[in-house]
Nanobody, 124 residues
Framework: QVQLVESGGGLVQAGGSLRLSCAASGRTFSNYAMAWFRQAPGKEREFVIGISRTGSTYYANSVKGRFTISRDNAKNTVYLQMNSLKSEDTAVYYC??????????????????WGQGTQVTVSS
């Protein structure tokens, strides 16, 4: 059974940084794309950032230049480094994994496993 466990969320002031981690188990981590989505209160879940199985990265325009994603296949873990945080980054952040022949998708319906989510709150 595939499991994704996020950690690293919390409360941070605007302009600060946080690093989220997502530890995966249950299938060969390196064969799958990994992504982070987020959902703010009253809003739909949205794609934030992702990394394909080959290491290509994809960003939502709202986080370009501030967020980076990396993966450590030896540790079965993906990381989200968030810098220059803004109040509008406040949301529950979810890790997701999916199988894509090429690249990856920003469509949440195309991901087959999800973590439980971790809260990120940015105070202004």
């Amino acid at each position: 059974q595939v499991q994704l466990v996020e950690s690293g969320g919390g409360l941070v002031q605007a302009g600060g940084s946080l690093r989220l981690s997502c530890a995966a188990s249950g299938r060969t981590f390196s064969n799958y794309a990994m992504a982070w989505f987020r959902q703010a209160p009253g809003k739909e879940r949205e794609f934030v950032i992702g990394i394909s199985r080959t290491g290509s990265t994809y960003y939502a325009n709202s986080v370009k230049g501030r967020f980076t994603i990396s993966r450590d296949n030896a540790k079965n873990t993906v990381y989200l480094q968030m810098n220059s945080l803004k109040s509008e980054d406040t949301a529950v952040y979810y890790c997701a994994t999916g199988a894509f022949s090429y690249g990856m998708s920003s469509n949440s319906d195309e991901y087959d496993y999800w973590g439980q989510g971790t809260q990120v709150t940015v105070s202004s």
